[in-house]
């Protein structure tokens, strides 16, 4: 199984409402990623989990916060986004070894958030 | 700040052309991967390259990472509609194994 897994495939939201967004991977990785991706712009690393506990925060806004419950899962806890927040947002995975080619990132299919 | 600047930035061909996609960087990194992404999808790995001057094919795609690891190539030959998308290269540094540096993309389209 070398498949990253994304819910939901859409979302709209409010800027008052909680909403959370789900990533699971069975490929035994160690390394979950959110990226955040702009229309027509690279994807923009967001958080990084390494070994279930959170080791980059680049320096997102607290309406946004990650949660990893095990080592296959990972969310995102959305609340009182701006418009400006309307994205895909893609999580990844990888084995979480350092160099030698052995950190692959491989992305699950994003959920398109639209904020109102 | 490590940087991947990637040219050009929108391809249009025809059905059948050959062309090239570049990476280049003055930083030095550990591994370089590339990625095609689709509209409304996520990247999808295509291959890594680790060594310096190490050339990898996968059918009508030739990827080259450079002899000092700091830029890279996608070759494709015989161009086809399926291979239009977003093609995007990113670079693990040394030392930040759980960052990759995403080039700026490049958007291919390619038509009949």
């Known amino acids: 199984d070398t498949e990253v897994t994304q819910t939901p495939k859409h979302l709209v939201m409010g800027m008052t409402n909680k909403k959370s967004l789900k990533c699971e991977q069975h490929?035994?990785?160690?390394?979950m990623y959110w990226y955040k991706q702009k229309a027509k712009k690279p994807p923009e690393l967001m958080f990084v989990y390494s070994y279930e506990k959170l080791s980059i925060n680049e320096s997102v806004p607290s309406r946004f916060s990650p949660e990893c419950p095990n080592s296959s899962l990972l969310n995102l806890h959305l609340h009182a986004l701006q418009p400006e927040d309307s994205a895909l947002y893609l999580c990844?995975?990888?084995?979480?070894?350092?160099?030698?080619?052995?950190?692959?990132?491989?992305f699950g299919p994003g959920t398109r958030l639209t904020v109102l | 700040t490590q940087l991947l600047e990637q040219s050009p930035q929108f391809l249009s061909i025809q059905e059948g052309e050959n062309l090239t996609v570049y990476c280049n960087s003055s930083s030095v990194f550990s591994s370089l991967q590339w990625y095609r992404q689709e509209p409304g999808e996520g990247p999808v790995l295509l291959v890594t390259?680790?060594?310096?001057?190490e050339v990898k094919k996968l059918k009508r795609l030739t990827f080259q990472f450079g002899d000092a690891r700091k830029d890279s190539s996608l070759h494709i030959t015989a161009a086809q509609p399926g291979d239009t998308g977003l093609y995007l290269c990113a670079g693990e540094g040394a030392g930040t194994a759980s960052k990759l540096t995403f080039g700026t993309g490049t958007r291919l389209q390619v038509t009949l």
């Open positions: 990844a995975s990888s084995q979480g070894h350092a160099g030698g080619g052995a950190n692959e990132q491989f």
């Open positions: 390259v680790v060594t310096g001057g």
């Open positions: 490929m035994g990785h160690r390394a």
